[in-house]
């Protein structure tokens, strides 16, 4: 075996499996191994399996490290949801790893490297995996991250942990509230193999955003696959209501936002802290994914045009400048023309900053690809044209309403020639738009109070505010 032993990561998807990829991180350093990217014994990718082109994408991720001489080894969603047989396909991969290798991933990265076959897991339906109960849980002591690990079994494999290292600089973080979802939607498999929902507990959450703002993170980002079911596993439906302000109150941080709320679950009092207190971002990222009731039915969801406008009209009531984004699946099996003008119809009241639009494609084992009324791709892809230009249309004038506006800008990259880029409170990291601010001085971590001169899109142009 190599002396050295070096692994680089490289992480595809979500925010959430960038979390995961910092846990490993610690993990293997605690293992005595070291990262390095520029010349890794072994490179661990960290794939993503949630729809056709990320898989695709985590393929080609695979094969272009393989091509580097390092050894490979295949590790997040699409790696625990195909299991064997990705290992089947893949033969450039060393290995294809489970969730349940994470926490022994030195030993697994130290098998690889000596040549030592491991036997790829056969994946399993994780919903079927119990959580511990809340009073197992609470036996157990809080863990700062870097500073030990939890007791073995006190989480599935999947779930929450504390070890962590960062791997990119900058003021912005995510920090995951739980792991796992509970919800049914008949066209997601991510429930099947992240397992059902683990909420972590306050105290543990706290702890690590310490830890972050100590390292010079000064807006946190809480990550699950549904926010809004944060302490229903431990019986407490206030748990995200209370810890908002706990978190914006931890020294160093100056915003704290929440992304992925499921707009059934979004109760008057969380609309009422995520709007109204100091220091959380009056930020809504909202999972309608239609409009139509009936489409909505068929995806095992609720709502519709009416009662998504309602919410939306709430969350303005007390939060009149709120940022508010939002996916939408197009092409749902079974999806007609008027139901799909009925989402066209909503998308123009509603006056979204944001809207991401993917074209119904099927997931394997999931309900909807045993729907009747698959609809041609010609189609799904025509109604994705159309509604992408709308889209595109109306953010950009949604975007336009806001100049003249003041906003507090975070301000993250130094552009060069006295522009620098940073978001404001009504936009999320990577998914949104930016703010380009136009000053003298700024360092990155620093807020600054500046007015909209221009928008390009979803993109604003600022100066800085004179004067108090």
């Known amino acids: 075996m190599s002396s050295r032993r070096t692994a680089s990561l490289i992480t595809l998807g979500c925010a959430r499996n960038e979390v995961d990829s910092e846990e490993l991180a610690a993990r293997l350093e605690a293992a005595g191994w070291r990262l390095d990217d520029d010349d890794p014994d072994v490179v661990v990718v960290n794939t993503c399996g949630f729809i056709d082109s990320a898989k695709k994408d985590s393929i080609d991720t695979v094969l272009a490290a393989a091509d580097s001489g390092a050894k490979v080894v295949a590790a997040g969603c699409m790696a625990e949801r195909y299991g064997k047989e990705l290992a089947e396909a893949l033969p450039e991969a060393s290995a294809v790893v489970s969730f349940d290798d994470y926490a022994a991933i030195g030993d697994r990265l130290d098998d690889v490297l000596a040549g030592r076959p491991l036997v790829p897991h056969t994946p399993r339906d994780r919903r079927t995996l119990l959580p511990i109960s809340p009073v197992e849980r609470s036996a157990h002591a809080v863990h700062i991250p870097g500073h030990g690990e939890l007791p073995e079994g006190l989480a599935p494999a999947s779930g929450p942990r504390t070890l962590r290292k960062r791997l990119s600089g900058g003021p912005v973080a995510s920090l995951k509230l739980a792991s796992g979802c509970d919800r049914r939607c008949s066209f997601c498999a991510i429930p099947a193999f992240r397992g059902s ?30 926010s809004t079911s944060y302490g229903k596993d431990f019986g407490d439906l206030r748990a995200l209501e209370k810890l908002l302000p706990e978190l914006a109150a931890v020294e160093g941080l100056a915003r704290v936002r929440v992304s992925y709320l499921q707009p059934a679950e979004l109760r008057p009092g969380l609309i009422d802290v995520i709007a109204g207190t100091e220091g959380v971002a009056p930020y809504f990222d909202l999972s309608f994914q239609h409009a139509s009731g009936p489409v909505l039915r068929r995806m095992r969801r609720f709502g519709d045009p009416r009662r998504f406008l309602d919410l939306l009209q709430a969350v303005r009531d007390r939060a009149p400048e709120a940022g508010v984004r939002s996916n939408f699946i197009v092409g749902f099996p079974g999806e007609t023309e008027a139901e799909f003008g009925e989402l066209a119809g909503f998308l123009e009241e509603a006056g979204l900053d944001v809207i991401g639009l993917f074209g119904y494609s099927d997931e394997e084992g999931t309900e909807a690809a045993r729907l009747d009324g698959h609809l041609e791709q010609e189609v799904v892809d025509e109604r994705l044209a159309t509604l992408s230009a709308l889209a595109e249309q109306l953010t950009a004038q949604r975007a336009e309403e806001r100049i003249g506006s003041d906003l507090e800008v975070l301000i993250e990259e130094d552009l060069g020639d006295g522009g620098y880029e940073g978001r404001a409170a009504h936009q999320g990291p990577e998914v949104d738009g930016s703010v380009t601010v136009q000053g003298i001085g700024l360092v990155p971590g620093q807020i600054v109070r500046a007015t909209v001169v221009d928008a390009e899109g979803v993109d604003l142009i600022a100066r800085i505010k004179a004067g108090p």
């Open 197 to 226: 929902y683990v909420s972590r507990r306050p105290e543990e959450l706290l702890a690590e955003a310490a830890w972050l703002a100590a390292q010079g993170v000064k807006e946190l980002v809480l990550v699950s696959e549904n």
